[in-house]
């Protein structure tokens, strides 16, 4: 319902930086898990190899991520807090995106609504740091450190308080914080992962880098985050169309889920949930599944970044295909195909049950 007088004339008036950013970090910072997932995100952009996370009430308190990536010099830091500033790309094509950054709103958003503070040394530089609380930028200050960059992010949401009603218990967006780093470390096999939880003082997440060629890297890597049970029981994916390259693995039919929590789709490297892709998944195993059923799958889309379109969504969590058709039916007819010529393998854990049964 309109109430709005059509007599009265409301006036236009330009927002100050503060209120975008609240606005921008609305869009981009949801919860504990957004704030973790961008920050992982700048340090694998940064070349890192190893990231370690630390985390207190969910992430509510405390987020803590550091990297031992390129890191920054003492004049990158206040740019680094500007909103649509960015080292990822340089504007003049929107669709050639190779990184996982490229909007320049994350740290601006993340200092408007918390207590935001980053600590970094470029090679050749001495290290500095710079503190924002809720959009009020600090000077620069000499500070020690090894290459890399440190972001400290406290009292998430302090400067919006509303928002912290829609949080959920600290357990719940613990919880969320560890899918977050598991799923960025599923596609990340040769950098090392760690996330810790403060308040009990221990790690809830551990992967060391992995070694060897692409498959095999991968393949201990998902054997460490989805279990060994999974690669056990899953098939290799490998197949091209047009330009579009299918990698990962897939799960057999025995092994599939009452819920779909065990699928991670990925486009160049980037987690998504793309109503295309989990569809395309879906009808894969169609004739294989009953109802109610869900397939376990990890599944790696590569293709030329101009492609697709990644900038659709301000949490980067959606795609769209220029050719929506070939990604589909590459999906479809790759799955198909394996579980095909997977005939009646079974599942190694259902016959493990059944024998654990027949043997009691």
Avoid: W
């Amino acid at each position: 319902m309109n109430n709005h007088d059509p007599q009265m004339r409301p006036v236009i008036r330009q927002l100050d930086e503060a209120a975008a950013n609240r606005i921008a970090a609305g869009e981009v910072v949801e919860r504990p898990a957004s704030a973790v997932k961008e920050l992982v995100e700048n340090a694998l952009d940064a070349g890192a190899a190893r990231v370690d996370i630390a985390i207190a009430k969910g992430g509510k308190a405390l987020i803590r991520v550091s990297d031992d990536g390129c890191g920054m010099a003492a004049q990158d830091l206040p740019l680094a807090l500007a909103r649509h500033a960015t080292s990822k790309i340089d504007g003049s094509d929107l669709l050639d995106i190779r990184s996982f950054g490229f909007r320049g709103e994350a740290l601006p958003s993340l200092g408007a609504v918390g207590r935001l503070s980053i600590t970094s040394r470029a090679a050749g530089h001495d290290g500095a740091q710079i503190a924002v609380t809720g959009g009020r930028i600090g000077p620069v200050k000499p500070a020690a450190g090894n290459r890399g960059t440190m972001v400290e992010l406290r009292d998430l949401f302090f400067a919006t308080p509303a928002r912290l009603k829609f949080l959920r218990s600290d357990r719940a967006e613990t919880q969320a914080v560890a899918e977050a780093v598991r799923r960025l470390a599923m596609a990340e096999p040769y950098v090392g992962f760690t996330l810790t939880d403060e308040d009990e003082g221990r790690v809830l997440f551990r992967a060391d880098a992995e070694q060897g060629e692409l498959f095999g890297a991968l393949q201990t890597r998902l054997a460490r985050v989805m279990g060994r049970d999974f690669i056990d029981n899953a098939l290799l994916i490998d197949a091209t169309r047009d330009g579009i390259t299918l990698t990962g693995f897939a799960a057999l039919p025995t092994y599939s889920r009452g819920a779909a929590v065990a699928q991670h789709l990925y486009v160049n490297g980037r987690p998504v949930r793309d109503k295309l892709l989990t569809g395309a998944l879906r009808a894969g195993y169609m004739d294989v599944l009953a109802s109610g059923r869900h397939p376990a799958a990890v599944l790696f889309l590569t293709c030329d970044p101009h492609q697709v379109d990644v900038n659709v969504h301000p949490a980067k969590a959606e795609v769209r295909f220029r050719e929506p058709g070939i990604a589909r039916g590459l999906v479809v007819s790759a799955l198909r195909h394996a579980l095909a010529g997977a005939g009646h393998r079974a599942s190694t854990t259902v016959a493990a049950a059944a024998l654990g049964g027949g043997a009691s």
